[in-house]
């Protein structure tokens, strides 16, 4: 269709439209500075038609590759750790792969039918030879759904075989970061059993494939699985260690904002920039510049920023969820937790009800989208955050420092094993709360709940500009709503 469309072509067409935006605006600012409902309608107008052309121009560049379909001897360097599916396939992603003499850019993600297993100890960087029937990763399969998920994770081709096909040339090309997770994984692994070696791994990594199913069921049921795979939570979690060492040096705030963003952004990149954590770093980034420049943060407008140039890079992650629980959870945190935590304080203390406000107001905001995506819904979600989100900061904070101290002084692992003693206790809570939920709730109710419930507390909120008396009265009819919406979703 196009076919000299390519994704470098598509990077200098990103470039060229963010500068002419950016030209646009000026001048509108500039010729038009009284005139700032102008200013924020042009700037909506903007992102809205430069989001909509890039999403035509990302299909654009999907139609154009060169189509492949047949069987191939092929060869690729294992990029992530092979693991069995539920359906029993060995799955290897790899990257620079070659389909005989052609290379082909992208990934490849490799579906091997289940021999004996070798397939497993591949290491990271090992290069491998195999057999496959091999196809494109299309963006719509052929009834037109989109199939969004391979796009966003950088898959461009899928292969189909079977394990006794392929094997090792013996070669193991890992870069430096590969050579990272492998050391730490050799050190989590001498000091924890094997279960929470695997739950540190993801918790660094964000790789679970090792995570056994009775740990990872109990963390889903309980709705704190997002502690399992590197989020903003984590990158939480490592500025706070940071500013807390860097006061100890009394560290000022231009000091603290290219450490703490050197330090995020190489974490970031060691895990291949997941959304979550993208959005985590871009808001940081925001947050440290806007102290050392003595300016007022706002929570939306950071949250707003990092969700355009995520979008800015790859539109179609729109459809990613992890894309929409990050984004809808902390921007329910922002408009909620405060008249969230006035109602709580007046029963609880000023801390616990920060943290119950928070809690709540992350579920609430992500309930539509686990409701519609996933088939059970934790009962005592909000409670369990509460419980055990302190216990994860402390096990993460003790985790990260030991971890990558005993790459550099061995001796120093055997501290890491109060880890797992502190994330014993997590597993415990979750098995208890996970054990009741709202599997048999009907699905599109509890969205229903969840969205009417949310829109009742931004009316109350300081967001919307009506009197007390009107958004009292229009909160609670909306409340009234959503609680006969959730008695009915369990009929």
């Not at 995520?310 to 902390?330: H, K, R, T, W």
């Amino acid at each position: 269709m196009v076919g000299w469309f390519s994704r470098g072509a598509f990077y200098i067409v990103l470039s060229c439209l963010m500068l002419a935006c950016l030209v646009v605006t000026v001048i509108v600012k500039a010729v038009k500075c009284k005139e700032k409902r102008l200013f924020k309608i042009l700037s909506i107008i903007i992102a809205f038609a430069v989001g909509g052309l890039l999403c035509m121009t990302n299909i654009l560049i999907d139609n154009s590759r060169e189509k492949v379909d047949g069987d191939y001897i092929a060869t690729g360097r294992v990029c992530e750790r092979p693991y069995i599916s539920e359906k029993d396939w060995v799955v290897i992603t790899l990257d620079d792969v070659k389909l005989g003499e052609n290379k082909k850019s992208g990934n490849l993600r490799l579906y091997m039918e289940l021999d004996d297993g070798h397939c497993l100890n591949f290491a990271l960087g090992e290069r491998v030879t195999f057999v496959a029937e091999i196809i494109n990763a299309d963006l719509f399969d052929k009834d037109g759904k989109p199939q969004f998920w391979s796009h966003n994770k950088g898959i461009t081709l899928l292969g189909f075989g079977y394990e006794m096909d392929i094997y090792s040339n013996n070669v193991v090309d890992a870069n430096i970061f590969e050579k990272l997770k492998t050391r730490v994984k050799s050190v989590l692994d001498k000091n924890l059993s094997p279960s929470y070696s695997e739950v540190a791994y993801a918790m660094l990594f964000s790789d679970k494939v090792g995570i056994p199913d009775t740990i990872s069921d109990n963390y889903s049921a309980s709705g704190i699985s997002h502690i399992l795979a590197v989020s903003g939570l984590h990158v939480g979690f490592i500025v706070g260690l940071l500013t807390m060492l860097l006061g100890l040096f009394r560290a000022g705030n231009k000091v603290k904002f290219f450490v703490i963003s050197f330090v995020v952004f190489l974490y970031a990149f060691i895990c291949g920039f997941p959304v979550s954590t993208t959005r985590a770093l871009i808001m940081t980034v925001v947050l440290l510049y806007s102290k050392m420049r003595l300016k007022e943060y706002d929570g939306l407008s950071s949250l707003a920023f990092a969700g355009l140039i995520i979008l800015a890079v790859n539109p179609l992650d729109i459809y990613n969820v992890g894309f929409q629980l990050s984004f809808s959870a902390v921007a329910a945190i922002i408009i909620l937790a405060r008249p969230l935590q006035a109602v709580f304080s007046k029963i609880l203390g000023r801390k616990l009800s920060q943290a119950l406000a928070i809690s709540t107001a992350a579920t609430l905001g992500t309930m539509p989208i686990i409701a519609k995506s996933f088939t059970k819904i934790s009962l005592f979600a909000v409670v369990t955050n509460v419980l055990v989100i302190p216990i994860v900061s402390l096990a993460f904070m003790w985790l990260f420092v030991f971890a990558f101290l005993s790459l550099a002084l061995p001796f120093i692992g055997i501290m890491i094993k109060p880890f797992e003693w502190l994330m014993r206790v997590v597993t415990g809570i979750s098995s208890l709360t996970g054990a009741i939920n709202l599997a048999g709730a009907n699905a599109v109710l509890l969205s229903v709940f969840s969205v009417a419930f949310i829109v009742g507390l931004i009316v109350m909120s300081d967001y919307v500009f009506l009197s007390r008396k009107t958004r009292l009265i229009v909160a609670s009819c909306i409340f009234a709503a959503s609680a006969l919406c959730f008695g009915l979703s369990f009929v």
